[in-house]
Each structure stands twice: as C-alpha cells, then as structure tokens.
C-alpha cells in the first residue's frame, strides 16, 4: 500500500488559505483587491469583532454571471490570466485565482453578484468551502462577499489572531494604504456599526491624504516627481518636522499595488541625510508606474513583495527625486548636537526583554573592570544610609556635562558618571506612577486648547487607552472624526510640546512587541510616556539642572536603572581608577 496519498480538495484549500489568510486584514485585502479589479469606483467594507465574526465587502464593479460566480470559488479559476505570457504583464491585483476559495474554505460565505443587464443577480451560500444553497438574488450592480465566523474549522488558527484592537488596527492600515494607492475611488469603512473611514473619490493625491491623515499633515508633504520613459514615479515625501519613529507611514504602491521594498525606503531615508534626527524615519507616499514586463510580483502568495528587473536605476532615481524636492524646499541639514536633541535612547530597537548592556563591555578591548563591580552600587551605598541619604555625595560637588548627554559627578568613593536621559526617565517614571496609584494626578490646564488631527489607527490607541491618558492627567475629549481636543496635560507636560509627545507614545505602542496586551496596562503607557518628556540626549542643561536631575533621582525608589533596565548610573571607585593608572 502506497505511503503517498493524494489530498482531497477541502485539505488543499485549507492548506493555500494559511499562505493567503492569515488574519481577518488578509480576508478584506483580498476582497477589496478583486472589487478595484472589477472597477468598482466605491467600495464599502463592514466589520464586526475586528473581522472574526463578520467581514462584508460591497462593491459597485462590473459584477458576475451565475456561471461565472460559480467559477470563482474554483481554485486557480480567474479572468485576469489565460497564458504564461499573461504572467509577466499583469495588470490587475489578483491573478492566481485563489483568494476565494482559500477564503471560503477556512469560513461561513455569501456570495452575491449581478452584472449591469441581468435580470437577477446570483447568491452562493457556502459552509467551510462546500457550497449550500445557489439562488437568485436581488441585488443591484455589483458583488458583495459576507465572511461569517473566520477560521471556524481551523481554531489552531483562530487561537493565534490578536486581540480586537490589534486585529482591527490591521484592517484600518490596509484600508488606508489601498485608499492611497486609488484617490479616484470611494471607500468606507465600519468597525460594529461606528463609521472609521469615509473617503470620497478625489482628482488627486493631496486631498487624499488630507482626508486620511489631516491638513496640517498634507501640508508638510513635498511634491516628488520622474517621467522618465521606462517608468514614472510621482507623490510625496514629508518634511522632517514630520518624521515619525515607525515606518508605518511610508508607502509604496507600484502600478497601484500596495508593496514593501526595504531597498527603496533606504535610499529615501539616504535622501534625507542629516536632515533627520535620530531614530526618525521619513514620512513618503510614492507611485512607480512601470511596464508590467519589467517586474516579478509573483514572488510572495500574498504579493506584497515585488522584484524590478533593473533595481539599481530605480533606486537611483528615487534617491535623485526625493532629494531634489528637499532641495527645493531649502532644508538645511541639522547639526549634529540639533539632531541628537530629540534623540530617545532609551528605545534603540524597542526589544524590552533584551540587554541593554552596551557592545563595549563585552568587546575585548572593555575597560579593566567588571560591569557587576561598575553596577554595584553597594559599595558607595553603604553605612546604613536611607533613602532620602543616598545621594547625598552629589551635594555641592560641581558637575559636568560630557556631550550634552552624561552628567560627571564626584562621590566619596570615585568618579560618577549619569545618563542624562535615562535618569530622568526614572523621575518621570516614578512620580507618573505615585500619581497614577495615589490618584494624585497633577492636571495644568491648557489656556488654548491643543487640538490634534489623528490618523483613524492613532484614533484607534487614543480610545482604547482614553482612561489611562485620563488618569495621568490628560483631559481628552473626541471633537468628531479623526480630531481630539486636549484641553489638560499632567503638570510635568506644561512646557512640553505635547502633540510630539503623544504621537511618538502612540507610535511606541505600535512598535511594542506585545501591542495588544497594552489595555489596561498602564505600566507601558507610563514607560513611554516618561520616556518621551524626559530630558533628551544633545540637550544642555544648566548646573542647576543638573544639580536638581541628581538631587530628584537620589529620592527614587529604584535610582540606577531607567524603566527598560538600561543603567541610570556608572561609577569607577578610586580604588579602580588607581588600577587603571597603575598605582596599583
């Protein structure tokens, strides 16, 4: 008996569905993908329960006849490609035929479709791939597909999705970059009946990203453009007073397909040179139309990577472009101290659970001495001290500052050195949560409220973290669509540029590696929110400054490490500083 079966159809769909579904984002990317390929000019996405329990894509496309929706469920069955030399000029957003059927075979689905001159449309009812029921149905022109309970008969699958906000935030991201690679389309879409997004049609890409992210972003985006003969790329780049810490706003959309190409985003970035602070990445919206016989985007089942025949020339050009719109504009570089001075070091790759124990300790040319002995603070601790006593070393010494970063201080035992940034990302730490647990909040109200445009994911964090932002001292209140008014901060905020501080707290959670364990979590939200208004590094200060940074981190309940574990405090004993010098 042969040990080689043949796999039975259902098996077969389920198995392409796991390459095609990965999460309810991939069900509605697929779906909004076929209705643009039908020329639907709105398109209306519905979900509830962040796609788990109930995803519908209406269209008003050209629609499909009883025999062709039918066909559709069928594996490898498309209208876009007949030969392999159709393979290498597409031009649709789907081609292989699958998205159906993988959908189908892994859910409870409703397929309903009419074309313009047919008297009645079709219905398909479906169960985990098996068709139900086919009817007649009255609709008007157009297709419409209802994804009921995802993963239902895969609940390995279904256990791995994330939580509502998580998944949701997905959704919202793919609708947005679809609707940025299409202006000329109208999309909306609905989270349990709440409107998220409602984007008319519009003639050009501005309005489109004015009607997504704000005006006041659109504004502060630099037209970008080629026409050259083999390709053509148009858009915009933001100006670094825009630059955000994830690269969640750069887009790149090739013949109108949404696409990740790291390649290109570092040569944008190299555009940019010094123009960008640290750890920044550069806001782009770019379009590279390009004859489909020139790129591969049959590489990934999901097509979200693409190969170009000729990178390099494309590269070149991007970097060209976008250097010449920043040209024009006159954007000087910034000084190296200027760039370093809204620099978060506390965040170099925002790996939480890893060490943060520089290269330099552990290379073979490391100081004579022992990290545990420079982290020991036993030592210089000692003589039953309280806590209010600890630091008393620092009183009326004189202080440097090295670098605008590391504050150099003098104890009875040695030589002191303080990470600026992360000593008062401890401070912050510490008295945000006093406030938070005591409910002592320290509120400065605004005497002109802030009023802040979000994105619909930005709008998304806000709600579900709303009463942690509350408890800390933000009076926050939903002004209608994507715009909140801030009209308090927490005390220590008063002079802060609070917009800058709330959005890159907001982009830290999308970065954090466990996003949708943050509700409710207030320890991470403090983190964040401590490390974005700590002092920065590149930042002077004065010795007074200095003197109170030291005083107030002495009275802290854990003073040698910033809340990522990073240490706050280095000291070399005069015993380790005779060694070094050889009198030892």
């Not at 494309?314 to 920043?326: Q, R, T, W």
């Not at 707290?505 to 700590?534: F, W």
Request: charged letters at 25%; hydrophobic letters at 40%; one cysteine or more.
């Amino acid at each position: 008996m042969s040990l080689i079966k043949i796999l039975p159809e259902s098996l077969i769909n389920q198995i392409a569905a796991g390459e095609v579904v990965e999460r309810p984002a991939s069900v509605v990317k697929e779906l909004v993908e076929n209705s643009l390929d039908a020329g639907a000019g709105e398109i209306i996405m519905e979900i509830k329960d962040s796609g788990k329990t109930f995803i519908k894509i209406s269209d008003d496309g050209l629609g499909m006849s009883k025999e062709d929706c039918e066909l559709s469920l069928k594996r490898h069955s498309t209208s876009k490609i007949s030969d392999e030399a159709d393979l290498w000029a597409i031009k649709t957003m789907g081609f292989r035929g699958e998205a159906l059927a993988s959908i189908a075979s892994v859910s409870k689905m409703t397929l309903k479709s009419r074309r313009e001159n047919d008297i009645a449309g079709t219905q398909i009812d479906l169960d985990g791939g098996q068709i139900v029921t086919i009817k007649d149905a009255g609709i008007s022109r157009g297709t419409k597909v209802e994804v009921y309970d995802l993963f239902f008969n895969t609940p390995a699958r279904r256990k791995y999705l994330k939580k509502e906000g998580t998944e949701f935030g997905h959704i919202v991201a793919m609708a947005q970059s679809v609707a940025l690679a299409h202006p000329d389309v109208a999309f909306r879409l609905a989270h349990n009946d709440k409107n998220i997004l409602d984007l008319p049609r519009v003639t050009d890409l501005f309005s489109r990203i004015s009607d997504i992210f704000g005006l006041a972003t659109a504004e502060a985006m630099l037209p970008v453009f080629y026409g050259g003969s083999e390709f053509q790329i148009d858009g915009f780049v933001g100006k670094p007073v825009i630059s955000r810490s994830t690269s969640q706003y750069q887009y790149l959309f090739v013949n109108g397909r949404p696409v990740q190409n790291f390649a290109v985003a570092n040569r944008v970035k190299a555009a940019f040179h010094s123009m960008l602070m640290e750890n920044k990445k550069p806001v782009y919206i770019l379009n590279l139309k390009i004859d489909p016989a020139l790129i591969d985007v049959n590489v990934h089942p999901r097509k979200i990577e693409i190969r170009f025949e000729d990178q390099d020339r494309i590269l070149s050009v991007v970097y060209g472009c976008v250097k010449m719109a920043l040209e024009k504009e006159n954007l000087a570089p910034l000084a190296f101290t200027e760039s370093r001075r809204y620099m978060s070091d506390s965040f170099p790759g925002r790996n939480f659970g890893e060490s943060f124990v520089n290269e330099s300790f552990v290379k073979n040319d490391a100081p004579k001495f022992s990290v545990q002995d420079a982290m020991d603070f036993s030592k210089i601790m000692a003589g039953g001290r309280d806590r209010e006593r600890r630091f008393d070393f620092f009183a009326g010494q004189k202080n440097l500052q090295i670098a605008n970063s590391y504050i150099v201080a003098e104890s009875d035992e040695g030589l002191v050195l303080i990470d600026q940034h992360a000593a008062h990302e401890r401070v912050r730490y510490e008295q945000l949560m006093g406030q938070f647990e005591t409910q002592q909040k320290s509120v400065q109200p605004l005497l002109v409220p802030l009023q802040m445009e979000l994105t619909s994911g930005e709008m998304t964090l806000i709600e579900e973290n709303v009463k942690i932002f509350e408890e800390l001292g933000f009076e926050i209140e939903n002004f209608g669509g994507k715009t909140f008014i801030i009209h308090a901060v927490p005390g220590f905020l008063s002079s802060e540029d609070v917009n800058t501080v709330v959005k890159s707290t907001l982009d830290d959670i999308v970065n954090s590696k466990h996003p949708s364990k943050l509700q409710g979590k207030k320890e991470e939200i403090i983190t964040y929110m401590a490390c974005r208004s700590a002092v920065k590094f590149g930042q002077k200060l004065s010795a007074g400054e200095m003197q109170s940074l030291l005083i107030q981190l002495g009275k802290m309940e854990k003073p040698y490490t910033c809340p990522h574990g990073r240490p706050t405090i280095v000291s070399l004993g005069l015993s380790e500083l005779e060694k070094m010098f050889g009198r030892k």
